[in-house]
T-cell receptor, first 115, second 114 residues
Framework: DGGITQSPKYLFRKEGQNVTLSCEQN?????MYWYRQDPGQGLRLIYY???????QKGDIAEGYSVSREKKESFPLTVTSAQKNPTAFYLC??????????????FGQGTRLTVV | EDKVVQSPLSLVVHEGDTVTLNCSYE??????LLWYKQEKKAPTFLFML????IEKKSGRLSSILDKKELFSILNITATQTGDSAVYLC??????????????FGQGTELSVKP
């Protein structure tokens, strides 16, 4: 089945450690996005990528890093520089800016807890 | 700075009521506005709007876009408890030299009581 897969679903991290969240899609989508969601809040854009080997910072990129070496994959690393990393992280993909009607599809999310 | 603002942030109604959720936006190079429903984890797609004044409908849900006034509304008629969720509004924009990006509002948490 086509879709977006995020792993793991739950992740615990000690303070001061980096951790990488996985996002893979087999929808042949060009664009991929990472969002953070805190309780009672909407989705805030961390990073996004329109093509392989290129990505842009979103509104809250500090303390995060990404790579886009393959079209299917867009991993997010939460670094020790991120002050409040505990949150729900959602990955999404879409066909990209060249297609007029672009709906984004979401993964099931990763809940990261810093202990 | 691009922004999407939703109101109200939360809403409690009784079954059978009609609700209207609001979404206003300020973005560079607007391409489309999307509505999503989020119940537990992944948001699910409801509507995409690109043209002003054309209502989109799906059952008891409908939505319309006003590109002159930069807002959209999502209507739910005859609400049911299964409509309880967070409703998210997002705008797809293409800022110069930054590629297309999808920006979300804060969401409206709707609670429908029996």
């Amino acid at each position: 089945d086509g879709g977006i897969t995020q792993s793991p679903k739950y992740l615990f991290r000690k303070e001061g450690q980096n951790v990488t969240l996985s996002c893979e899609q087999n929808l042949n989508h060009d664009a991929m996005y990472w969002y953070r969601q805190d309780p009672g809040q909407g989705l805030r854009l961390i990073y996004y990528s329109q093509i392989v080997n290129d990505f842009q910072k979103g509104d809250i990129a500090e303390g995060y890093s990404v790579s886009r070496e393959k079209k299917e994959s867009f991993p997010l690393t939460v670094t020790s520089a991120q002050k409040n990393p505990t949150a729900f992280y959602l990955c999404a993909s879409s066909t990209g800016m060249v297609v007029e009607n672009t709906e984004a599809f979401f993964g099931q999310g990763t809940r990261l807890t810093v202990v | 700075e691009d922004k999407v603002v939703q109101s109200p942030l939360s809403l409690v109604v009784h079954e059978g009521d009609t609700v209207t959720l609001n979404c206003s936006y300020e973005v560079t190079n607007f391409r489309s506005l999307l509505w999503y429903k989020q119940e537990k984890k992944a948001p699910t797609f409801l509507f995409m709007l690109t043209s002003s004044g054309i209502e989109k409908k799906s059952g008891r849900l409908s939505s319309i876009l006003d590109k002159k006034e930069l807002f959209s509304i999502l209507n739910i008629t005859a609400t049911q408890t299964g409509d309880s969720a967070v409703y998210l509004c997002a705008v797809f924009s293409t800022p110069y030299n930054q590629g297309g990006k999808l920006i979300f509002g804060q969401g409206t948490e709707l609670s429908v009581k029996p």
